[in-house]
Every structure is written in C-alpha cells, then in structure tokens.
C-alpha cells in the first residue's frame, strides 16, 4: 500500500513537473490550397494597405513633427451707451448717459490669450470708512460663508470677526438686528444686486453683440524655424482689413470678428435677453495643421464653444468686482467707485502641428509596419485550424507530438541497421 501511494505521488509530480521539461518548435507545413493562399495573401495585401495607404500617406507617417509656440493678440473696437437714472436708454436726458467706449469696457486692457468685455454692470459710488463704520445690509443671508451677522446684544458682535461687506465693529443695530461693520461704505445692496441681473436692468450693454475685434496669431515651430500668422493667409491690401468681417462662409480668412457673431458660433442665440444681463465663458480654438512640403501658408480650423454652465444655479455667467480709487492730495481723503461687472469672457486655446519630410520617421514607420506583417501568419493558422471546414486534418498536420520514446526507438533502429567496417551490423544479436 505504501509503494502504490509511493508510486502515485510520483506520477502526480511527473505530470506537474513535465510540462516545464518539454520543448515547441516551428514546424513548416506547406499547404497546397488554392483557396487558403489566397486568403493568405488578402491578410497580407490588406495589411500593407493599411501601412502604406493609412500610416504612410494618410497620417503622414513619412514627416518629422513639431509642436507650436504660439501667441494671441486682440483689439476690441466699438461704443455703448448707458443710463445712469432708473430708466431706459430711450428715455434717458443727454446728461445722464453714459458713454462706454474700449477704454470703458475691456477689463483689463490687456491679457494673455483671452479678453473681457463688460455687458453689465452695478454700480456702488463713492465709499469711504469712517470710524463709526456702517450698517449691514437687512436683506442679506444670515447663514453661509458670505453671512451678516444677526445680533440683539454688542455681545452677539465679535469684534474684527468677518461679515459680508467688512468686519464687525462689535456693536449691534436694535433697530435692524444686524451688527454694524467697518469697511467700506455706502455698502453694496443685495436688491440692488439682483435687480441688476434683470434683463429689463437699465444698466445693461445690448449693443456689445455689434463690438468687433481684431485677432492676430502668429505661431512659430522652433524645429523647422517656420513662422505663420492669421493675418497672412491670403494676400490682401491694408485697407481689406479695416473693412472685412469675419464669415465662416463669405470671408473666412478675415481677422475681425463680429462679437454677436462669435456668440451665435458658440450657441448663444438670444443674447439681449440672457446672456447680456449674466455674461458667458466663450472659447476661441485655432489648430493649425501645417503641410511644410506643401503650404506656403497655414490657415487655422475655428471652433467656439460656451464653456460655461448656463443653468449653473449658484452662479450663471460670468463676474467679477472693480474699483477706482480717488485720493485728495489736501486731506488725504480716499474714496472709491465700486463695480460688480458681468460681461463675455473670451479665452483663447491655440495648437498646431507641422510636420516635414524626414527619412527617419519614414523608416521608422515602414519598418514597424513591416513587424505587422507577421500577424497575417498568425490569422491564417487561425482560419485554418479553427475554423474552415478541413480545419481537424490541417491541425494535424500542423501540430505534431513527438515523445522521448519514439526518439529512443528512432535512435535504436539507426544503430542496428548501420554497418560496421567489415560489413557487418554494428549491433548483432547473439544466438546460442
């Protein structure tokens, strides 16, 4: 009983063991099938299409690439008018119209690769601090982060602790159960805030859709020393570009752009009834895809897309907060015009690529390419011996066990039937 457990454990470590101690080599079979090689060489043929028609010709594969280094430069050009009274633009006396211009509008007046336009605006004037400081603003939230604080006592006023328009001066209004701040003042109303977001708002700038600007982008690839500029697309007097306008259709290659143009381009289709009110995060991309064996010049595909949420419920659009200050050189006195500004953002997203002919890369793609040929092999063993209709006979063939045995048997046979030197078997049987 223990030789036969003895004898079980070593064929079960044999048979663990044997497939470590075993040795694959290719076989060469050559079938004689006019159907099979014809599909072997369909795998091939489409195989070398697709390196040469598509990785070759097609993406180029032949060119040595270089990335762009680019820059953007804009000049917006135009003049909007608004009401500083409570009431439309129509109706507004000469003397409380407001004329904003380029100076007025682009905030800032530079920046790199992106521009601002103001389309709406509120407007708290002349604030100063004063010691007693000022009275919260009643209508505001009294939880959150940008919180008044809610008092019936000074004790409920820590004193230097953060409010929404300044900090606490420790001592509580009775009358609105606020505590006062110091800061500065007159403070900036909510109703006054909201109110402005209205699209009836007499502070809005309708006429920003009619404002042009002017983009010029220049790209240059270090790698090939080669510049290319919007601006020199096609050959064209100075004057064209005082008097074009950019059309995808009609004149593409104009580098002025209407702004309502731009906003329709980028999906915003009622833009004096929204958008004008809260503002909008636009991008202007400009991929440049350069031929240098072909092109002279190098014109870039347009996209405009409106990042921004429009439905966004905690802030639509697009603002921010302003000041001018004025200072009295005499006494001292500071003073500023607060600004909460809501306009169209534009930010500017430029990529290129250039390639040239080069026979390394050339090289390089044909010769990994030709690495590809080798699955054609690969998928005509597998049509063959799993799936058409002979496939049983062809894995046969293909596939061939050869065991230790059978060798040693081979090698016996060889042995005995080899002569000696005097003609006789090298190994003989002896008979008694």
Known sequence: HTMSGGASCWEKTQTAVSPFLEYDTVKTVHIRSKKVGLLFRLIQLGILGYIIGYVIVYKKGYQEIDQAVSSVVTKVKGTAASCDLNMSLANCPNASVRIWDTVDYTIPAQENNAFFIVTNFVETPRQYQREEGWDEDPRANTTGSNKVYYCDTDADCPRYAASRNGVLSGVCNQSTHRCRILGWGPIELIDTDNAAESPNSNTLLPAAENFTVFIKNNIFFPKFNTKFANTGIVKRPPSYFTSCTWSRDRDPYCPVFRIGDILVEAGITNFRKNEVATGAVISIGMQYNCNLDTD??????????????????????????????????????????????????????????????????????????????????VLADLLVTKIIQHRAFYMAKKYEVVDESEYQAFYKSIQSNAPTEEGTPLLSTTTR
């Open 296 to 377: 002279t010049t190098c014109a870039p595909s347009l996209t405009f897309t409106r990042t921004d949420d429009p439905n966004d419920p905690l802030s639509a659009g697009y603002n921010f907060r302003q000041a001018y200050y004025t200072s009295s050189y005499a006494t001292g006195f500071v003073h500023r015009d607060l600004y909460k500004v809501f306009g169209l953002r534009f930010i500017f997203v430029v990529s290129g690529t250039a390639g040239r002919f080069s026979f390394i890369p050339l090289l390089v793609a044909f010769g990994s390419g030709l690495g590809l040929l080798g699955l054609a092999t």
